[in-house]
């Protein structure tokens, strides 16, 4: 079965992770200001159109460097601030972010894979139906977001070779661009 299959229209909703989806990783860091904040190659253009096909887009994001003290709530609002104030400039939205500044140690209901964060958009906004959502990540942990929350699942796959562990990857692409053209 392909993505088209599913018919993608307004009544869908879209789910993103924020680190390696959306921008780029700083592996063994975190990215604490806008200045260290590099959105991924053609990640602008294709929110845009992900835009027109998804009645609802929303970021999920662990953010445990809040936990750790290694930075605030208001760092994390201002990188979020001016991230949707560029995707908005090139044409695209989202509608809200989500976010969880819970240590991994902790296993918060609000931190990934747990769905906390979906269960608090669906409660802020009662029209998202899970059978009609995607989640997009580049882990584990966000395809058992995604599946704990009864949603489809795609893994942006990058250059780390990820096996699909008991089912919990419905699609996989290189990048948000392959996942756009195969809609």
Request: glycine share 8%; no cysteine; hydrophobic share 40%.
């Amino acid at each position: 079965m392909s993505l088209k299959n599913y018919h993608i229209n307004k009544d869908w909703t879209l789910f993103l992770d924020r680190d390696g989806v959306i921008n780029e990783q700083i592996l063994g860091d975190y990215v604490k200001k806008w200045s260290e904040f590099k959105f991924k190659n053609d990640v602008l253009p294709s929110i845009k159109k992900l835009s027109t096909l998804f009645g609802r887009i929303f970021i999920v994001t662990n953010q445990q460097g809040i936990g750790k003290g290694i930075m605030t709530v208001d760092d994390l609002n201002k990188i979020h601030n001016k991230m949707v104030e560029e995707i908005e400039k090139a044409g695209g939205r989202i509608d809200k972010i989500y976010f969880s500044p819970k240590l991994e140690k902790e296993n918060s209901e609000m931190r990934k894979p747990n769905p906390g964060m979906a269960m608090k958009a669906k409660n802020d906004f009662p029209e998202i139906d899970f059978e009609r959502s995607i989640m997009l990540g580049d882990s584990m942990s966000d395809m058992q977001f995604g599946k704990n929350a009864g949603m489809k699942t795609v893994l942006i796959q990058g250059k780390n070779k990820i096996y699909n562990i008991s089912g919990l990857i419905d699609f996989r692409f290189k990048n948000i661009k392959e996942f756009v053209d195969a809609l």
